[in-house]
């Protein structure tokens, strides 16, 4: 009997931890903005890691330094990464020179930067308030001023990385770099963050009053609407303590004047504001915040009621036809509000409208020629369609339509016919024009 072994051979494969590189220190702001900038990087692990092809980002995406092929970080160890001219001009001359100099530029504010391996992100650290998440790791850190750097903390023999900047770093004012030639064991400085919670009592507003207010505004057509208000606000800690007071209404900011001190701890404020008349009729909010020296505030929200208004107004004030017997004479309308011999039409109220007109016979002497002899159209010189009519005595409506807004304007063209046995002389007549909602 043939027998097919088969041998099974067990291979134990034993894991090689490395480490993670992460950014220990940032140095974007130094005395020398010439040649100072300079990023620290460190590797948490035991073993050397090659990180030849690694970028840093610096503020976006467009911004980048890659790391030169044969560059090696050490276990426990740092790679430097400065501006051109570092060795000559770093602020601090017992600062190691770079691994890699090149031209970095690293903005002193509202900024950060993202180091990847060419591909994925590793680490990232932001200050102030960068403009993308994605350079900062969940809270940016402090900004550090002129010559102070960005340290990443360092406890219990590692560097703290809790993947929040704000709690991994620190503004260093006496910063030391370190590079590859560094010692992996210089680390020389041990931190006790402080912690102090000063509270403070916010000021307050008491109340808003609105000057004027009886159950509502009304618009003042065609004009804009001033409305005078006053808040009381009080701060347990003195009037002086109150640094400002500010209204926001319809996204427009207000600053308050101090009218008078009313006792040790109350003030009053004053101030203003403007509606349109095309301001949609409804409820607003004016809100009223008050702010003291620790920048502590609170708001106070009064509503106030902007009423409807139907209102109409025109250029035109008298219009001239001059035609014989049978003939006709016609006057032509426009959007523009200047030209008062081409009637226009505009809403100055706050909703959308429909015209009603009507006129009187003309008269002269005691002869008559019937109202029907005008016709009228509120689209340009369009003598016909659903927005033309023969002028009557009763009113009559036309569906214009015509929504509120600064230039809410329509045309009014007019057109005379003499009847073929009209006596000659000078009549007049009256048109009225007036709004209702549409």
Not at 111 to 137: K, R
Request: negative net charge; contains cysteine.
């Amino acid at each position: 009997m043939k027998k097919a072994i088969i041998f099974l051979v067990g291979i134990l494969v034993m894991p090689v931890v490395l480490g993670d590189v992460i950014i220990s220190q940032v140095l974007y702001n130094p005395i020398d903005e010439t040649g100072s900038e300079a990023v620290e990087l460190y590797n948490t692990g035991s073993s050397s890691i090659d990180i030849s092809g690694h970028v840093v980002y610096s503020g976006s995406y467009s911004k980048y330094w890659v790391i030169p092929n044969n560059s090696m970080i050490p276990g426990k160890g740092y790679f430097l990464v400065a501006d051109t001219g570092f060795s000559v001009s770093k602020d601090n001359p017992e600062w190691p020179d770079a691994d890699y100099e090149a031209s970095l530029t690293l903005y002193n504010s509202d900024s950060g930067i993202i180091l990847t391996d060419g591909q994925e992100p590793l680490d990232a650290v932001g200050w102030g308030n960068p403009n993308s998440s994605d350079f900062y790791e969940t809270e940016p850190s402090l900004e550090a001023d002129d010559g102070n750097s960005l340290v990443r903390r360092f406890e219990n023999n590692n560097h703290v990385d809790t993947d929040n900047n704000s709690n991994d770093f620190y503004v260093d004012t006496n910063p030391m770099l370190r590079s590859s030639s560094s010692s992996s064991q210089d680390e020389n400085k041990t931190i006790i963050s402080i912690m102090a919670n000063v509270t403070n009592d916010c000021p307050s507003i008491v109340g808003v009053t609105l000057l004027n207010y009886n159950d509502g505004y009304l618009p003042d057509a065609g004009k804009q609407k001033r409305i005078d208000f006053e808040a009381e606000a009080t701060d347990v800690n003195g009037v002086s303590d109150m640094e400002q007071a500010t209204a926001r209404v319809k996204s427009t900011t207000i600053n308050l004047i101090n009218t008078e001190n009313l006792s040790t701890n109350n003030a009053l404020y004053s101030g203003s504001f403007y509606m349109d008349f095309y301001d949609s009729p409804g409820t607003y909010q004016l809100n009223v915040t008050v702010t003291d020296i620790a920048d502590c505030s609170s708001t106070f929200v009064s509503n106030f009621s902007y009423l409807e208004i139907i209102s109409i107004d025109t250029d035109a004030s008298t219009i001239y036809f001059s035609s014989g017997p049978g003939s006709s004479d016609e006057t032509i309308g426009d959007l523009d509000m200047q030209t008062d011999d081409q009637p226009t039409i505009q809403n100055i109220g706050n909703s959308p409208i429909d015209i009603w007109i009507s006129g009187t016979d003309l008269s002269y002497s005691q002869y008559l020629i019937q109202s029907e002899s005008i016709e009228y159209t509120f689209l340009d010189n369009v003598f016909s369609g659903e927005f033309y009519g023969l002028l009557k005595n009763t009113p009559e409506m036309k569906s214009v339509n015509l929504e509120p807004g600064s230039e809410s304007l329509r045309e009014l063209s007019l057109r005379f016919t003499s009847p073929s046995d009209a006596y000659p002389g000078g009549y007049s007549a009256k048109i009225e024009l007036f709004a209702s909602v549409h």
